[in-house]
């Protein structure tokens, strides 16, 4: 038999192969200093955690600024609990940490490994940890055994994503109202239903100035897409459908100023379509100049918008459902992407209660848009609507957190005295 024999590879080569080793060592130290530098990035802790205080609720969030606007939302209500219990914010992320200390009075505490996050809650004796999302790292935090842990996430809709396996993993899952609870029974099987807390919207309790200013006979509609998604199923977007053309059938009236508010994850989406339709609103307002009042107030909060909108069209998501809690006297026009209508309405009921813009009515968006204008024949049903997604009135939401935030620190003194 005979035999091939493999070059052995040279001492030429395996010094080259230590000097690649070497180089790449020395690009990951630079690459660390570099993002030392931009952000000050501490290279394994916070410096001010050394000595903490006791701070029984902790609300975590261990994901890049990029994701902010999902620990932001909550601010104000983590806030005023933090005046009836002592809380902390928790973060993994320094550009996260430098951009919340930035944004609140409440302390921000700051560790990128699972050991030093380990001491802080030990340390603080945290009794309650709340999470605002579904970020993958929760579960390194969900290891803290003498905690009850807490999922609040950061909107109310009926996307797919806002319920899933993952609520099985929490102590307690804080809803909005009778439809988050039905859409928790239908999705999930061996779910105990009894860790649902009802509390509405919190942060819609909270008083937002108004930011638009009306113009002289024009009246209002905001347009507020969604974004795209991590994936089909989770893909509610209007943009690359109907965007450009719901913009120009508004845009082509004399009567009315239009407002372009995406969300967040538009302005830094990889799905081209979508950002060539963002991109080409832009244009088509831009191009109306200042007489028609049109305005892109991408850096404002949402919520500010919502009082002199006299119509929102948006996509499914949390837009829709808090104008309505806010704005339930003005019309709202959803769309469809997949122009399904019985799916749509099988997993939002808010369906039920608008107008939809889909591949069945794309074609006839002047008319449908004017006639939203015009008058709103389906405003008894958006109030009914209404009570089945939140079913509080203005302020009871918060009351009802705060309540359920400090039963819980209390419940934990307990449950471990009775181990």
């Given at each position: 038999?005979?035999?091939?024999?493999?070059?052995?590879?040279?001492?030429?080569?395996?010094?080259?192969?230590?000097?690649?080793?070497?180089?790449?060592?020395?690009?990951?130290?630079?690459?660390?200093?570099?993002?030392?530098?931009?952000?000050?990035?501490?290279?394994?802790?916070?410096?001010?955690?050394?000595?903490?205080?006791?701070?029984?609720?902790?609300?975590?969030?261990?994901?890049?600024?990029?994701?902010?606007?999902?620990?932001?939302?909550?601010?104000?209500?983590?806030?005023?609990?933090?005046?009836?219990?002592?809380?902390?914010?928790?973060?993994?992320?320094?550009?996260?940490?430098?951009?919340?200390?930035?944004?609140?009075?409440?302390?921000?505490?700051?560790?990128?490994?699972?050991?030093?996050?380990?001491?802080?809650?030990?340390?603080?004796?945290?009794?309650?940890?709340?999470?605002?999302?579904?970020?993958?790292?929760?579960?390194?935090?969900?290891?803290?055994?003498?905690?009850?842990?807490?999922?609040?996430?950061?909107?109310?809709?009926?996307?797919?994503?806002?319920?899933?396996?993952?609520?099985?993993?929490?102590?307690?899952?804080?809803?909005?109202?009778?439809?988050?609870?039905?859409?928790?029974?239908?999705?999930?099987?061996?779910?105990?239903?009894?860790?649902?807390?009802?509390?509405?919207?919190?942060?819609?309790?909270?008083?937002?100035?108004?930011?638009?200013?009306?113009?002289?006979?024009?009246?209002?509609?905001?347009?507020?897409?969604?974004?795209?998604?991590?994936?089909?199923?989770?893909?509610?977007?209007?943009?690359d459908r109907y965007g450009v053309e719901i913009v120009r059938a508004l845009v082509a009236r004399d009567d009315v100023r239009v407002v372009y508010k995406p969300h967040p994850r538009v302005f830094t989406?990889?799905?081209?379509?979508?950002?060539?339709?963002?991109?080409?609103?832009?244009?088509?307002?831009?191009?109306?100049?200042?007489?028609?009042?049109?305005?892109?107030?991408?850096?404002?909060?949402?919520?500010?918008?919502?009082?002199?909108?006299?119509?929102?069209?948006?996509?499914?998501?949390?837009?829709?459902?808090?104008?309505?809690?806010?704005?339930?006297?003005?019309?709202?026009?959803?769309?469809?992407?997949?122009?399904?209508?019985?799916?749509?309405?099988?997993?939002?009921?808010?369906?039920?209660?608008?107008?939809?813009?889909?591949?069945?009515?794309?074609?006839?968006?002047?008319?449908?848009?004017?006639?939203?204008?015009?008058?709103?024949?389906?405003?008894?049903?958006?109030?009914?609507?209404?009570?089945?997604?939140?079913?509080?009135?203005?302020?009871?939401?918060?009351?009802?957190?705060?309540?359920?935030?400090?039963?819980?620190?209390?419940?934990?003194?307990?449950?471990?005295?009775?181990?």
């Amino acid at each position: 038999m005979s035999h091939v024999s493999l070059p052995r590879r040279s001492i030429t080569d395996r010094g080259r192969a230590r000097v690649g080793q070497f180089l790449l060592r020395v690009g990951n130290v630079a690459n660390r200093l570099v993002r030392q530098s931009v952000v000050g990035e501490p290279p394994l802790f916070d410096p001010e955690l050394e000595e903490l205080p006791r701070y029984p609720v902790v609300a975590y969030f261990a994901d890049p600024p990029e994701l902010g606007y999902q620990i932001q939302q909550w601010l104000p209500v983590l806030e005023q609990v933090a005046q009836h219990r002592p809380l902390a914010i928790v973060t993994r992320n320094w550009a996260t940490t430098t951009m919340l200390r930035a944004s609140t009075s409440l302390p921000v505490l700051f560790t990128r490994k699972l050991d030093g996050l380990r001491r802080i809650y030990d340390q603080v004796d945290t009794k309650t940890i709340i999470y605002v999302n579904n970020g993958m790292r929760n579960f390194q935090s969900l290891i803290y055994q003498r905690a009850l842990h807490v999922h609040v996430n950061h909107g109310e809709s009926d996307k797919i994503s806002m319920v899933s396996n993952q609520a099985k993993a929490y102590d307690h899952v804080v809803v909005a109202g009778q439809a988050a609870v039905e859409r928790h029974r239908r999705a999930l099987i061996n779910f105990d239903h009894d860790n649902l807390v009802v509390c509405g919207r919190p942060q819609l309790d909270l008083e937002v100035a108004p930011l638009l200013s009306p113009v002289d006979g024009r009246r209002t509609v905001l347009y507020a897409p969604t974004w795209s998604g991590e994936d089909e199923a989770n893909n509610y977007t209007s943009l690359d459908r109907y965007g450009v053309e719901i913009v120009r059938a508004l845009v082509a009236r004399d009567d009315v100023r239009v407002v372009y508010k995406p969300h967040p994850r538009v302005f830094t989406t990889d799905d081209r379509p979508v950002a060539a339709a963002h991109a080409a609103i832009k244009r088509l307002l831009a191009e109306q100049g200042p007489v028609a009042g049109h305005a892109m107030p991408f850096e404002e909060n949402i919520l500010g918008l919502f009082d002199d909108v006299d119509l929102l069209v948006t996509d499914i998501s949390s837009v829709g459902l808090d104008f309505l809690y806010l704005r339930p006297e003005a019309p709202i026009v959803l769309t469809d992407r997949r122009t399904d209508r019985e799916r749509l309405l099988a997993e939002a009921p808010l369906a039920a209660a608008v107008d939809i813009i889909d591949g069945g009515t794309a074609g006839d968006l002047a008319r449908l848009l004017a006639a939203n204008l015009a008058n709103d024949p389906l405003r008894g049903d958006r109030a009914r609507m209404r009570d089945h997604y939140f079913g509080f009135a203005r302020g009871e939401s918060s009351r009802r957190f705060l309540d359920f935030v400090v039963g819980c620190t209390d419940r934990r003194d307990a449950l471990l005295l009775s181990d």
